[in-house]
C-alpha cells in the first residue's frame, strides 16, 4: 500500500482543524460517549477537550503530528514530567467534563498505573475522521 498522505508535525495553529477532525474520530467511540453523553452537545465538548489538551498540553510538551485528516499526540519519554497538566488544564478539563470529571480522573489514574515503569514514548492520542478510514491516516 502507497502512502500519499505523510504526517507533518502540528503547530498550536492547527488546534482548531486538528480539534474537529479529532472530535469526528472520537464521536462514536464507547469510552468517549460514557465521558461526554450530552447526544448533540458531545461533538462540541469534544472539541473543546482536543483543544484544551492539544494547546494546554501535548502541543507544547508532546510530539504532534498531522495529516489532512488524522491527528497523532505523543510524548517522548523525556517529556512525560512536562507532559502532566497544570492546574489550569485541570480546571478547565472538569469544567469541560462537568459532573463526569472525577470519573474520567478515575480511568486516567487507573491507566497511569497500568503503564510501564520504564522510560517510554506513550502515544496519547490518535484519530482520522471517520471520512478518512482505511486510507492510511493513522498508520
Not at 507533518?8 to 467511540?29: K, N, V
Not at 491507566?111 to 520504564?118: D, F, R, S, V
Request: include cysteine; charge should be negative; charged fraction near 25%.
Amino acid at each position: 500500500m502507497s502512502i500519499t498522505n505523510t504526517p507533518q508535525a502540528a503547530t498550536l495553529d492547527d488546534a482548531p482543524e486538528i480539534s474537529r477532525t479529532l472530535a469526528r474520530a472520537f464521536a462514536d467511540d464507547p469510552m468517549m460517549e460514557w465521558f461526554f453523553p450530552g447526544g448533540a452537545s458531545r461533538e462540541p465538548d469534544l472539541v473543546r477537550y482536543f483543544t484544551t489538551i492539544f494547546t494546554r498540553q501535548y502541543g507544547r510538551h508532546g510530539v504532534c503530528e498531522r495529516t489532512a485528516s488524522a491527528a497523532a499526540f505523543w510524548v517522548a519519554p523525556e517529556g512525560q514530567e512536562k507532559a502532566v497538566p497544570d492546574a489550569e488544564t485541570v480546571a478547565e478539563l472538569e469544567q469541560i467534563l462537568g459532573d463526569r470529571a472525577p470519573l474520567f480522573r478515575d480511568a486516567v489514574a487507573a491507566a497511569a498505573e497500568q503503564g510501564p515503569k520504564e522510560p517510554h514514548w506513550y502515544l496519547a492520542v490518535v484519530g482520522a475522521d471517520p471520512a478518512a478510514r482505511g486510507q492510511g491516516h493513522g498508520a
